[in-house]
């Protein structure tokens, strides 16, 4: 069976993201930076709302995300968890450990993103004096390691350009398996040249942000190509911010009033427009913001651009019907999972899942079995 063919029998999924307090591009952060009330109501609401996990994120600055989603996982039932997490600060063989003990709480709920690091300022708050590209070489290191931890049957050394480990084993392995071995999933991020070869290796989900189709018909197709190399299957993930409103108009009214306000408190916080330049995915965003502000049916590259293609910000823009119609256009290209998040971040997610959510299901689900009976 083709790899589009295996992609059509998918079941596409739905991930958000929650934060320790209200926060976005057009709210600016008020009270203490951990929320345990607001954690609980917006993991809760993810769950309400139909979507299948929820991104917990990273930052040099924020509440500890490993804390967060054991607490997150605590206060629901059935919602599942990507785990924001560095490499280079805890120490593979430890880390292989507390993901383990996480898995096994939370009922094999538990996915890691692993992220290298676009940014040297943001590395070194916290130690880290690698360069971009030594970043992937030890993550790729790292997650050799890790999975040593969660399979070998008796205590091994290893010994690496990063790491030394000497009889490292695990008592605790994680609940989920992959082909029959103790595995947690593996979401991975990046899109340069060092990036991918490791993505090639380990991704079970490559994650992209919300580029034009192009970019994302381009990167895919170099991610699929390192993946067979290894005589490995990849699934794909794209991020976007989705405007919605009940006719295309108000949607857009309600697009411009998101990025007048940004603007306004960017001016008022002191923020120019930088933004992690060492990061791939973040000039990707960029070199589409600069093709037009509005792409293909509904992207929208405003906000991004505003602020530098700082992590994922470019939306989709319209009414739930239209914007369902844009989301497939990316699972035709094999994506399956979707991070959606918005801008109201605790409101929009109850939104989502009142008919985006629901509608992009029935337009994947009509597909797959169109393409079922064609075959």
Known sequence: MSQQSQQQDSVV??????QGQKVSEIHPAKGPSLDRDYVRAFAQAHETAGFDRVLVPHH????DATLTVAYAASVTERIHFMLAHRPGFVAPTLAARQFASLDQFSGGRLAVHYISGGSDE?????GDWLDHDQRY??????????????TAEKPFDHEGAHYRFQNAFSEVRPLQTRNGRPHVPVYFGGASEAAIPVAGKYADVYA???ESLDQARELTARVRAEAAKHGRSVRFSVSFRPILAQTEEAAWARAENILAETKRLRV?????????QQSE???R????????????KRLWTAVAQEIGGRSNSTALVGTPEQVADALLDYYDLGVTTFLIRGFDPLEDALDYGRELIPRTRELVAQRAASVRKAA
């Open 122 to 126: 943001e590395q070194r708050r916290d």
């Open 60 to 63: 040099s600055t924020s509440p």
């Open 13 to 18: 999924e739905f991930i958000g993201m929650i």
């Open 137 to 150: 070489a030890r993550t790729d290191e790292y997650l050799e390691v890790l999975h040593k931890v969660w």
């Open 268 to 276: 008022v916080q002191g923020y120019n427009r930088g933004g992690p």
């Open 208 to 210: 992209l942000w919300g």
């Open 285 to 296: 965003l960029l070199a589409a913001a600069e093709k037009g502000s509005r792409l293909d």
């Open 281 to 283: 995915g973040a000039k």
